[in-house]
């Protein structure tokens, strides 16, 4: 008896005709639903001469989209470009189409992923002599590699999509491959390096990183290197002052450690051409671990920012939730986020004790003042998160 072709069946049938037969083969995974859009963050400077930029991207496993943090990363070998993956509709699917190293850069379905990947090639460094030389224009390397140049001719010649779709198809970026990036689909490649798998692997394993979890705004943006502790203690912070887990007194007192660490890092690596000895590992590893232990200590403790359901609740909430986005896409640097968070408790501090002398409540002289103060801390949240610094230097 001949078995009837299901509706399985014929979906499945219906994407092989769609996708091109090369394409199809790198469709690792085929969902339903369509991942959220790419988040902005700030690209944290490369650690190490040699690393290439790797961006982030949604993920999928049971549960739904996860981030993956955009990292720097070592390539397998010398004249290589990572090509990214991109998620590609068609036949009513999300496919994942899987990122490789090669000769040149390949298609990667016209995704903005930024910083060099404006949807077409790569304009973010060049191999010369064996070194990668990196394009200042749109890298940010910091003050220990000095192999760079500056173009910022390819960024005024080259049309991008200027959104944050983060795939290509209907509903998202229509762009088709170019001759030459066919030809590079073609080339001899070489797959993720362990690196990259584990680092990839980590980001799956963590809750946080999950779409339904962070409602898209993951607090693990990016990382400097593969298990990179800075940003990761940022994204941290960020999630424990959007859910109120941290105080503004907390966050200051975090932020001030981790600007002080960074500060000392800097100073270190200047005074070694760039680089940690490994007494200065050692000891930075230290801080990074008793910084960590006091992130969780003060997540864990009866604390807590509750504001209350009114008006000036409100407005302190908002302006913690602006704060905790700056943290999280490393528009505000620790220094600049421990100001903030010290203007807020000023401004609790002034809170409290007008209610204190007022029953519990605020008279509208009291609440004009304090709106005021929040308009000046406003003001301020927002001349950081806009500035040209990134977090951390």
């Known amino acids: ?29 085929s969902v339903a639903i369509g991942p959220p859009v790419l988040p902005v963050y700030a690209q944290p400077p490369c650690p190490t001469e040699g690393f290439m930029w790797t961006p982030g991207y949604w993920g999928w496993r049971t549960e739904g989209y996860y981030w993956v943090p955009g990292v720097w990363v070592a390539p397998p070998r010398v004249g290589v470009f ?78 991008i999509n200027n ?16 001759s030459a990036e066919q030809a590079a689909e073609h080339e001899n490649h070489f797959q993720p390096t362990s690196n990259q798998l584990s680092h990839e692997q980590t980001a799956r394993g963590d809750n946080n990183q999950l779409a339904s979890v962070n409602h898209g705004r ?93 008006e000036v609740g409100a407005r302190r909430n908002l302006q913690q939730q602006r704060i905790a986005n700056g943290v999280a896409s490393g528009q505000m640097s620790p220094s600049e986020a421990a100001k903030a968070e010290n203007h807020e408790q000023n401004i609790n501090k002034h809170i409290a004790a007008d209610r204190a002398a007022n029953g519990g409540k605020l008279t509208p002289q009291e609440k004009k003042n304090i709106n005021g103060r929040q308009n000046n801390a406003s003001r301020q949240i927002y001349n950081e998160k806009h500035n040209e610094k990134t977090a951390p230097k």
């Open 1 to 29: 008896m001949r078995k009837l072709l299901t509706p399985k069946i014929l979906l499945f049938l219906f994407v092989l005709l769609v996708f091109p037969a090369h394409s199809f083969a790198q469709v690792a995974i």
């Open 82 to 159: 990572w090509t990214p993956g991109y998620w590609g509709f068609a036949g009513g699917l999300y496919g994942w189409h899987a990122g490789y190293w090669g000769p040149h850069v390949g298609f990667y379905g016209g995704i903005n992923y930024g910083y060099g990947y404006g949807g077409v090639g790569f304009w973010g460094g060049r191999w010369a002599g064996g070194r990668f030389a990196y394009n200042t224009a749109v890298m940010n390397v910091g003050g220990g590699i000095h192999n760079t140049y500056v173009d910022r001719t390819v960024i005024n010649n080259t049309t």
């Open 163 to 178: 959104n944050h779709y983060s795939f290509n198809g209907e509903g998202g970026v229509n762009a088709r491959a170019t």
């Open 218 to 310: 993951p607090g693990n943006v990016a990382m400097d290197s593969v298990n990179g502790r800075r940003y990761n203690q940022q994204g941290r912070i960020a999630n424990g002052i959007s859910s109120g887990q941290l105080t503004a007194g907390e966050t200051k007192n975090l932020e001030n450690r981790e600007a002080g660490l960074n500060k000392e890092i800097h100073n270190d690596r200047a005074a070694n051409g760039g680089t940690l000895t490994p007494q200065e590992r050692g000891q930075v590893n230290q801080q990074q671990n008793n910084l960590s232990k006091s992130i969780y200590n003060d997540k864990h403790n009866a604390n807590t920012a509750t504001y209350g359901n009114n």
